[in-house]
């Protein structure tokens, strides 16, 4: 990668946190501040950072322009919609699809449910596989010896006393989510949200994402959470038809 490219991903990357000064991104991609200057006219000729004041820079509009349009180019998200946001309707909590993207899930789509306590996610976030329902959904739709390799090369990070540990948890979770049809998060990803998942099909039956209801514990129970699977499951299954499935 060239060294003006990789400064200019690198200033991006800090102003996606948030505004930052002239200073303080120099100090971030270790340059002086001449060289940010310059990079940040160019950028902001092409309208990916944008000027805030005399002295903040923000991320400009292009980059959620061309956000918008890598998120329209995933088909799935556009046949699954109707699915996902009858299932956010009738059962009132949020509705997450997920897709699989470099050793992460990937947040491509979200419906906000009705209730006060929310879960800190949103399109484009990223997150582990090991420890949310939609990755344990993800990774069991992939052939055993490719499920193995990738079981091997997590980092099994516990962020709850409930997150999976080590790769040979999660290998048996994972045929357990095959069995069953669907994948629980039993408050591993944070600890007071649960959560379940199914598989979105497309034509030729491969799994081309996942669907999740999240629930805050304080709302539902266990017992709750697994009540709603009927519902995903169907959802599930619609949003499939809509993608190209059958049976």
């Known amino acids: ?34 060289t940010v200057l310059r990079l940040l006219r160019t950028l902001e000729a092409h309208h990916f950072v944008h000027r ?34 009858g299932l956010n309707e009738r059962t009132g909590h949020t509705i997450h699809l997920a897709s ?11 419906f906000e449910g009705r209730h006060a306590v929310r879960m800190y996610s949103r399109v484009g976030k ?19 010896q490719r499920r193995a390799e990738i079981a091997a090369g997590l980092e099994y990070h516990r962020l709850t006393e409930n997150t999976i540990g080590n790769p040979e948890e999660y290998l048996a979770e994972l045929e357990r989510v095959n069995a069953r049809g669907y994948a629980v998060d039993n408050a591993e990803h944070e600890d007071f949200i649960h959560c379940v998942a199914a598989p979105i099909r497309g034509a030729g039956g491969d799994v081309l994402a996942a669907v999740s209801i999240s629930v805050p514990k304080v709302l539902l129970d266990y017992e709750g959470l697994l009540a709603l699977v009927p519902d995903l499951l169907a959802a599930a299954e619609e949003a499939s038809v809509l993608s190209g499935w059958t049976k």
């Open 1 to 34: 990668m060239s060294q003006s490219l990789d400064r200019a991903l690198t200033l991006l990357g800090g102003l996606a946190k948030d505004a930052r000064t002239l200073d303080q991104l120099a100090d971030e991609v270790g340059v002086h501040k001449s």
């Open 126 to 144: 990223r997150a582990a596989l090991h420890c949310t329902a939609v990755g344990k959904v993800l990774v069991a739709a992939v052939a055993p």
């Open 100 to 110: 699989y993207e470099d050793g992460e899930v990937v947040y491509i789509d979200k």
């Open 52 to 85: 805030e004041g005399a002295r903040h820079y923000r991320l400009g509009s292009a980059l959620f322009d061309l956000a918008n349009q890598a998120l329209e180019q995933r088909d799935v998200r556009r046949s699954a919609e109707p699915a996902l946001a």
